[in-house]
């Protein structure tokens, strides 16, 4: 698999052609059945021979030196092919929330995370398939159909960032976008056997995020290895006045996360860097997954007590149990809300004409929108009506508030968390998506993280026969911390199988 740093060496050092490069991810994306992408972006081609063209030229109008702008040379992410979840808004690219309701939507700007990647030099190369408006686990409630899971095509490849995951893991890009509402990039990048981070709420800008539920979700990213997933988030985390939920961090950068003290480490810095680290294992994210699960989870534990000298301790984190009805009851309440400007008059599906606004407003939506979108509309507005708001959403907030504290007091103890990040290896298509709630159950240790706004990563601790991911979890805004605590467990795990 092609790492992106490796990859923007080898450009600048006109090793490879971009061109070659993308035409060749062009190439995949055609042959694939897998159905990662909704949208290409048919600029994609001219944009990498223009990088070539001025990689050749170098000296003056090209990139390393000439005008001498500094902000050139650190064009972090040179030619590199991200593929963006089609939640996220892309100027003059179809943007549909893999919804019917959005067909033919194109925004007229860019998401301030998408404005990042191209300042940065990268190559959008389409608009990945989802569950619609970010609803559920498989992506299988896409308007488009489902994506394919690259391990085992009869199985799903997690969502609801799906296409995301898996056009890293089939090499139809190397870099992704995700948004994680409750684990929709853990949840595809454990599924998919790859590497994905949701930060902490408030280090990336929302803004042109397309919203779900937005006290919950974060943009983050997805890739094949750890530092490569460091280098995405200092890209897409700067600063950004527009989101006023977005913590400037304290610092002189213009961004939110600087990943080079991370991409500088060594195998053995990384080893370093944990020995002695406490981590925390709490019981109620391991209780009940299955055995191959089980087994992977604890294999990766003891390799980073006997690699790297870290010490684990399994505790109790007793609220656990109401976190994913909370979860549900507020996602579901904001999504009420949020979906309620899909009127049929501004954006996307138009069709028919009517008596009056309200006939019009009833049909697009009831045309527009699918059965898991509608349910949970219907769902969030009862948890929010007259009579009912105390019982379910008022209580679904203090049990966020007991979330929050059980999390504070167990890093007061640890340094991370570790947990397996789904309860199961990948299942078959079809197998739960006639039964929501076997599906809302799939979460139960990834919603907890995005009700404290905590940061948690997923990465493989095993491939095969199916990919099982391993979650870490660090307080607010130590994503640089969890990214040691990850690159260290990659290279153990690296060694691992290369002794084998
Ligand atoms: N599966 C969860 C849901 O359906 C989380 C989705 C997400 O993180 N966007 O709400």
């Known amino acids: ?37 909704i949208t290409l972006n048919t600029s994609a081609l001219e944009e990498a021979r223009e990088i070539d063209a001025r990689l050749r030229r170098g000296g003056e109008g090209g990139f390393d030196g000439g005008d001498g ?57 389409g608009k990945t398939n989802m569950d619609e408006f970010c609803m559920g686990s498989t992506t299988e409630t896409s308007y488009f159909g489902p994506t394919l899971n690259p391990h085992d095509k009869s199985r799903v490849p997690g969502g609801s960032s799906g296409g995301s995951a898996a056009a890293i893991a089939a090499e139809e890009t190397i870099l992704a ?50 530092k490569d997933v460091a280098l995405l988030l200092e890209v897409i985390s700067v600063k950004d006045r527009k989101d006023s939920t977005q913590v400037k961090l304290p610092n002189n950068a213009t961004t939110n996360f ?16 944990v020995r002695g680290i406490r981590i925390g294992i709490p019981k109620e994210f391991v209780d009940g997954v299955s055995t191959d699960v089980e087994k992977a989870f604890w294999s990766a534990i003891h390799a980073f ?35 309620a400007r ?83 290896t990948p299942f078959k298509l079809g197998e739960r998506i006639k039964d929501p709630l076997s599906l809302y159950l799939v979460d139960v240790n990834t919603v907890p993280v995005n009700l404290a706004g905590v940061p948690a990563i997923s990465i493989p601790c095993a491939l095969s026969p199916l990919p099982v991911g391993l979650q870490l979890i660090a307080r607010h805004f130590e994503e640089e911390k969890l990214l040691k605590v990850a690159l260290a467990y990659e290279t153990i795990r690296n060694a691992h199988t290369n002794n084998k």
């Open 1 to 37: 698999m092609t790492r992106a740093l490796e990859y923007v060496e080898a450009l600048r050092s006109r090793e490879i052609s971009c061109e070659d490069y993308i035409a060749k991810i062009f190439e995949r994306i055609e042959r694939s059945d897998l159905n990662c992408y």
């Open 69 to 125: 702008d500094a902000a050139e040379r650190r064009k972090l992410l040179l030619g590199v092919p991200v593929a963006v979840k089609d939640c996220i808004s892309t100027k003059g690219i179809q943007t549909t929330c893999a919804s019917k309701i959005l067909l033919g939507y194109v925004p007229p700007f860019d998401a301030t995370v998408v404005a990042a990647l191209k300042k940065a030099g990268a190559i959008i190369v």
């Open 177 to 226: 976008l995700g948004s994680d509402t409750g684990g929709s990039i853990r949840c595809p990048a454990s599924f998919c056997g790859i590497v994905g981070l949701k930060p902490t709420y408030g280090l990336v800008s929302r803004y042109g995020l397309i919203a779900y539920a937005n006290s919950l979700e974060q943009i983050g990213p997805m890739a094949s290895c750890v």
């Open 258 to 273: 600087i990943s080079e003290p991370i991409l500088r480490m060594s195998e053995e810095d990384a080893l370093n860097a």
């Open 305 to 339: 007590e006997d690699a790297a000298g870290a010490e684990y301790e399994e505790f109790e984190m007793r609220n656990m149990k109401y976190a994913l009805a909370a979860y549900y009851i507020i996602a579901m309440s904001e999504a009420s809300s949020n979906l």
């Open 342 to 424: 899909y009127d049929g008059l501004r954006y996307g599906l138009r069709f028919g004409k009517d008596e009056d606004w309200h006939a019009t407003f009833s049909r697009i939506r009831g045309e527009g929108f699918g059965e898991e979108v509608k349910r949970r509309i219907i769902l969030g507005t009862f948890a929010l009506s007259a009579g009912y708001y105390g019982r379910y959403y008022l209580k679904a907030l203090k049990v966020r508030t007991l979330v929050r504290r059980e999390f504070e007091e167990a890093f007061k103890k640890f340094d991370v968390l570790a947990t397996p990040t789904m309860p199961f």
